[in-house]
Nanobody
Framework: QVQVAESGGGLVQAGGSLRLSCTLS????????MGWFRQTPGKEREGISC????????YYVDSVKGRFTISKDNAKNTISLQMNSLKPEDTAMYYC?????????????????WGQGTQVTVSS
């Protein structure tokens, strides 16, 4: 059984930082590119950062470049998203996924393996 579990969300003031973590079980972690996505009510889920299976390649959507950093630890079956200089517009539900699409596409395919999400709220 595949399980994807996010943690680390919360409430933070604008300019602050949060670190999200995600663990994957039930799949051979080293074989999978992984990604972080976010969604706000009424909008489609957006791919914000993805990392290749071997951590050699990363993708960031323009709105988070220079502020967010994704990392993958194959020894711990974990990926993380370090989020700095947070803005109110970063407020969303954040989801982790093991990707069936390429890290370059970083799209919210229904066939990705999804976690339940963790809420990030940035106050102004």
């Amino acid at each position: 059984q595949v399980q994807v579990a996010e943690s680390g969300g919360g409430l933070v003031q604008a300019g602050g930082s949060l670190r999200l973590s995600c663990t994957l079980s039930g799949l051979f972690f080293e074989n999978y590119s992984m990604g972080w996505f976010r969604q706000t009510p009424g909008k489609e889920r957006e791919g914000i950062s993805c990392i290749s299976f071997n951590s050699e390649h990363t993708y960031y959507v323009d709105s988070v470049k220079g502020r967010f950093t994704i990392s993958k630890d194959n020894a711990k079956n974990t990926i993380s998203l370090q989020m700095n200089s947070l803005k109110p517009e970063d407020t969303a539900m954040y989801y982790c996924a093991a990707l069936v699409v390429s890290w370059e596409q970083c799209t919210a395919s229904k066939n990705n393996y999804w976690g339940q999400g963790t809420q990030v709220t940035v106050s102004s």
